[in-house]
């Protein structure tokens, strides 16, 4: 670790140590709901962890150690109470329970093992796996990096879809939201950029956090097994909650997220963390705050909920080199209804991150998948950070589907448009086709750099639309078999020198007296 972040830790210890205060002993008050109230905190700080006495007479030292101590969180400070929310079994909770400040905020214990497992937002592992050994205690709710502590963005992070690599790309300690309606393949093409992670050299393979904000228990187990089927699971951490549980522990998941991804970032490493989704964030601390008794604000979220998303998503980063140069990456998912991109949270949260990636139900439904809408999807700070392999493909790719676009209104009057519109149209056909892909089938960056070189150059000419991807997919083996060398220049160089580029272009001329059969129409 760096001792720029060596000196920041020591700092936030110290801020904490000037807030001890002697012990006080509060009494609850009233209960319900999971709420507790309390009396006679009156030092308590926000997000500080409370415990329950259990009324044998013990001292916080022995409290604390007991096994199944029960703990609350604050997150009211009242004028002459606090309310905390019982993290636990509520139940235990009774009127006149003697209740212990700790000092402590929130935080979640992290170690290098946590790595390939399923915990909570509170740091249990939930996978029956055994318990592992903690380094660290990250705070939850933590002070995001400010500017002088970060760099720009210059890395690209892979998400393994052309689509996206090619006209929207990632950076490395960017925020770029997923935003569609229901059912339009959001949680795929996050799961599918953790997926693509493993065609990373493993010094730069991010780790990756997959934060299930009140998913099913059933679609968080299906993603586990997609990821350990894949091998991703090695370098993944899954934070898990699901619908039944109570809104609280919805509301601390992403945070835990980021606590977890810190622990990384400050050891100079990459970090991916999916964010599944904020829309049921925002609802569970919609809930959250009724039962804290907030005053409800704009379509009955609580007025600080902008704050609540601004400050979570702040702590994405990319670090200054002499902090190591560890970077967080978030990809936060946002639920429409009826692609209504106007309505609060999501407006909110687009004007929180560098980009949105935009899933269109009408596309997702006439196969267009993934269904990205490529005219409104964009990527604001990424393509700074694009490898010089893909920024050479990627402007005709965009300029042509944007040709598209505008000439498809047109398609339905075909037989009276001349032939150079024709033949655009048909072009657009095919890059249309040509980054449609499969769910779970990432394509490595150089792959994708071969195959959009190759449609640019006119491999998929004079070819039936229909027969793209099978031309696709027998070029790429081609190049794989034949032309090794050029493939493996692309991957570890990065870009298309001369030489790539000549034995790309020869390779197409040699694949086409080849393949001739995969330019015939098929009946
Ligand atoms: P929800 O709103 O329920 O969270 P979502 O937007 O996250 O849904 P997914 O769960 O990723 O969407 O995908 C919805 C369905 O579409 C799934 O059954 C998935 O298998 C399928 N799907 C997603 N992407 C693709 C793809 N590229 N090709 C084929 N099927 C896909
Ligand atoms: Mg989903």
Request: glycine share 8%; hydrophobic share 40%; aromatic share 6%.
């Amino acid at each position: 670790m760096s001792t720029a972040i060596i000196d920041r830790i020591k700092k936030e210890i110290e801020n904490l140590d000037t807030n001890a205060q002697p012990e006080e002993v509060g009494v609850v008050t009233t209960v319900g709901d999971g709420i507790a109230e309390i009396d006679g905190l009156k030092k308590a700080q926000m997000m500080e962890m409370i415990v329950f006495d259990d009324g044998e007479g013990k001292s916080l030292e022995e409290t604390l150690a007991t096994e199944d101590a029960l703990y609350g969180l604050v997150l009211n400070l009242e004028e002459d109470a606090v309310k905390v929310v019982v993290l636990g079994e509520a139940s235990r909770v009774r009127e006149g329970m003697q209740v212990r400040r700790t000092n402590k905020l929130l935080s979640i214990p992290v170690g290098e093992k946590i790595v390939g497992r399923v915990i909570s937002p509170l740091g249990e592992m939930i996978d029956g796996k055994g318990s592992i050994e903690a380094d660290r205690d990250m705070p939850i709710e933590r002070v995001a990096y400010g500017v002088m502590e970060r760099s720009a963005v210059n890395e690209p992070i892979h998400t393994g879809i052309k689509a996206i690599d090619s006209m929207i790309p990632v950076g490395r300690g960017q925020r770029e939201l997923i935003i569609g309606d229901r059912q339009t393949g959001k949680t795929t093409v996050a799961i599918d950029t953790i997926i693509n992670q493993k065609y990373e050299p493993a010094d730069k393979r991010p780790i990756c956090i997959y934060v299930a904000v009140g998913q099913k228990r059933s679609k968080t187990a299906t993603i586990m097994a997609k990821l350990e089927e894949a091998g991703a699971m090695e370098y993944t951490t899954i934070i898990a909650t699901s619908a039944s549980e109570a809104s609280p522990l919805l509301f601390l998941a992403p945070f835990a997220g980021m606590a977890v991804g810190e622990y990384f970032m400050e050891q100079g490493r990459d970090v991916l963390v999916v964010l599944d989704d904020l829309s049921k964030h925002a609802n569970a601390y919609r809930q959250m705050s009724l039962l804290l008794r907030r005053p409800p604000g704009r379509e009955a979220y609580p007025g600080d909920i902008f704050y609540l998303h601004s400050r979570l998503l702040e702590r994405s980063a990319k670090l200054s080199k002499e902090l190591g140069g560890g970077s967080i990456t978030a990809l936060p998912i946002i639920e429409t209804q009826e692609g209504d991109v106007s309505a609060y949270i999501p407006t909110n949260v687009i004007s929180i991150t560098d980009g949105q990636i935009f899933l269109d139900g009408d596309l997702f439904n006439k196969g267009i998948r993934p269904a990205l809408d490529v005219g409104i999807s964009v990527s604001r700070v990424g393509s700074a950070a694009q490898t010089k392999a893909m920024k050479k493909v990627s402007g005709k790719i965009r300029l042509e589907l944007a040709q598209f676009r505008e000439l498809e209104a047109f398609m339905q009057f075909a037989s009276d448009l001349d032939d150079d519109t024709k033949a655009r149209i048909d072009s657009g056909r095919k890059y249309v086709e040509l980054l449609k892909q499969k769910q779970n089938e990432p394509v490595p960056f150089y792959k994708q750099a071969v195959s959009i070189y190759a449609a640019n150059a006119g491999i998929f000419d004079a070819a039936p639309v229909e027969n793209t991807q099978k031309i696709e997919a027998s070029f790429l083996e081609f190049v794989e078999r034949d032309r090794k060398s050029v493939m493996d220049a692309i991957e570890t160089g990065r870009e298309l020198t001369e030489e790539v580029v000549a034995g790309l272009d020869k390779a197409i001329v040699d694949y086409k007296e080849a393949h001739a059969a995969n330019y015939e129409v098929v009946a």
